[in-house]
């Protein structure tokens, strides 16, 4: 297996994370994690469920504070961040999720436009509350991401693969130097995801976007990432350029279970058929003769 890059410094590296613990209770979800990502890189986080994917997102934004170690994004100690600085600092990196986490009962611009609440000062009420520059802006973004005929649109009415398209483009509203993004296709069809992904990563290119990415699908990673970093019990047990990544360092990180989207589907429709078949042998089943 790659030994995880855990030394060395990179003089252009946005990201660091050195000897990062992070224990909830009397569950450790990072354990001794060091990291560091360089400028424009797509690196994505792969691992089983509970392995300290999120956990180790959620600490690039100050969203979780190490127990112990250091964070450094941007040139700054997370950690250490507050009020304004940690503002700045968020505005500075996007953040997209598996449930998108838009308003559904707002419009499509409007969600996008939410985007750029970081920074401008106070509520906004509908489209009224936002600089024309910022429409402007909020429109390029739609059509960036293939939806500007969709802006007037309430955004519950998209289908998933559209309504992450509209996350992201809300992300580009930050004009961010840094992109996190925790499993953002796993609500997704294989088709939409690759869309989305591929997506990613054009915009990454175009706009020199840094992206930490969170997958379950292997395939997908192989497909889009520059780096790959495997996690296993919180701990990077693999850090390795994607062309170099081999079949037996993946089985270590998940052992034997699916890891490609065609694997993942498989099981899902194996477990959506065995859901079916239990309720309709529930709903088979002879009533229980009424209590005397
Ligand atoms: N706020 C929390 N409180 C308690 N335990 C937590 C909390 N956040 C995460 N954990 C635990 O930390 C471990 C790592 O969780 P994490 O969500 O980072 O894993 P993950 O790899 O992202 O999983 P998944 O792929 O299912 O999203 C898990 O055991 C989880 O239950």
Known sequence: MTAPATTGPAPDALIRLSGVTKTFGSTTALKDA???????????????????????????DGLEIPTSGDVEVLGAAVPSLRGKALRALRSRVGFIFQQFELVPSLTVLENVLTGSLSRVRGPRLGLWGYAKTAKIQALEHLDRVGLLDRAYQRSDTLSGGQQQRVAIARALMQKPDILLADEPVASLDPESS??????IREIA?????????????????????????????????????????????????????????????????ELTDAAIDAASAATDAPAKAPVA
């Open 34 to 60: 060091s990291l560091q990502v360089s400028r424009g890189e797509i690196v994505v986080l792969l691992g089983l469920s509970g392995s300290g994917k999120s956990t180790l997102l959620r600490h690039l």
């Open 194 to 199: 690759d869309q989305v992904m591929a997506l």
């Open 205 to 269: 290119a175009d706009e020199g976007l840094t992206v930490v990415c969170s997958l379950h699908q292997v395939d997908l990673a192989i497909n889009w990432a520059d780096r790959i970093v495997g996690l296993r019990h919180g701990e990077i047990v693999l850090d390795t350029p994607t062309t170099d990544l081999t079949k037996s360092e993946v089985m270590e990180i998940y052992g034997r279970v699916a890891t490609t989207t065609a694997e993942l589907r498989a099981v899902q429709v």
